[in-house]
């Protein structure tokens, strides 16, 4: 019987979490087994102790602190027994026809990272066509310019047959890769707190010549945002990051020049955005989506002041992270 290592990584996120936990263990297999192993970066609400006296067959790791996702899926596979990994988000589902069936084309073909079809509550599948950020895709207009003048070869580039299509890069919210692939791409960047890691982790496999698929045969319910949009405070935060992340990305994958132009441009189109959005806010305080905006500004505004005192793009955050 093959073992599969099961990682998660949580944040005050036991609601969904408790459901996903439900569902594996309800994983029944006569080829498969599945160890679960949670890392919860330090959530420190109490709850921990609850879901190890409810949970006694899996393996709980408390984090030192709130140290990011890239950071927690390390830790998970650092104690992880098995020869494969399979990082769950903590808002999603699985059953164990679907599950067996992902674990079956993962042996079966010489794909470096499988994701599977994931669908919504809505009963919606996510968009998995995902194209690797270039200097002309890097944002959302001139992105959907080039996807729609270039359909053809972006479907050439997916490449898809009756099981598979081929991404450029897959979401971490569901990612099978087996231990050596991990060690040779020297697993999740810790570079990032959260966003955009799993772009990463999927360019560093294309670079040493891996192939990313998507299985077509198995469908994983995925909750987005879930886990991780709690209230105000922590949504503004998650955009921040999804922001700065953007610009750890920039640094670590393009040229001097180019990505002196794209942080320049990022940098300008924040602002102006933010800067916009925030002045309304204050004529229409009764629309609370608004407040987030003047949040992020001011969380952008002091990144953007620590990028230059520290050299770094890199999140504060982030694990990588070395103040000057």
């Not at 990011?68 to 998970?76: D, I, P, T, Y």
């Amino acid at each position: 019987m093959t073992l599969f290592s099961v990682l998660i990584v949580n944040y005050k996120g036991w609601d969904a979490l408790e459901d996903c936990l439900e569902s594996l263990t309800l994983f029944s297999s006569d080829r498969y087994s599945i160890e679960v192993l949670v890392v919860d970066n330090c959530s420190n609400d109490n709850n921990l102790d609850a879901f190890i006296s409810l949970y006694p067959s899996i393996t709980f790791i408390l984090n030192t602190g709130n140290n990011g996702f890239a950071n927690g899926c390390n830790l998970a596979a650092s104690a992880a027994k098995s020869n494969y990994y399979l990082f769950l988000n903590p808002d999603t589902k699985v059953d164990s026809l679907n599950l067996e069936t992902y674990f079956d084309f993962y042996l079966k073909d010489s794909n470096a990272v499988l994701s599977c079809l994931q669908i919504n509550e809505n009963g919606t599948f996510y968009n998995q066509n995902n194209l690797l950020p270039k200097f002309i895709t890097f944002f959302g207009i001139p992105r959907a310019i080039y996807k729609r003048m270039h359909r053809k070869k972006i479907a050439h580039k997916l490449n898809e047959n009756e099981n598979y299509f081929y991404p450029q890069w897959v979401t971490g919210a569901v990612v099978l890769i087996s231990k050596n692939w991990f060690k040779k791409i020297n697993g999740w960047n810790e570079d990032y707190w959260m966003y955009m890691e799993d772009v990463d982790f999927s360019n560093k496999v294309l670079k040493n010549n891996g192939k990313i698929a998507v299985l077509k045969k198995a469908v994983l319910f995925h909750k987005h945002g879930g886990a991780s949009r709690i209230n105000i405070k922590t949504k503004a935060l998650t955009k921040t990051e999804v922001l700065i992340s953007k610009h750890t990305y920039i640094q670590n994958n393009f040229s001097t020049t180019t990505s002196f132009l794209l942080h320049m441009r990022l940098t300008t189109g924040i602002l102006l955005e933010k800067t916009i959005l925030s002045f309304l806010s204050i004529p229409l305080f009764f629309i609370p989506k608004l407040k987030v905006h003047k949040i992020v500004l001011k969380n952008y505004v002091t990144y953007l002041f620590s990028a230059i005192l520290n050299q770094t793009f890199i999140s504060p955050r982030a694990m990588n992270y070395k103040k000057k």
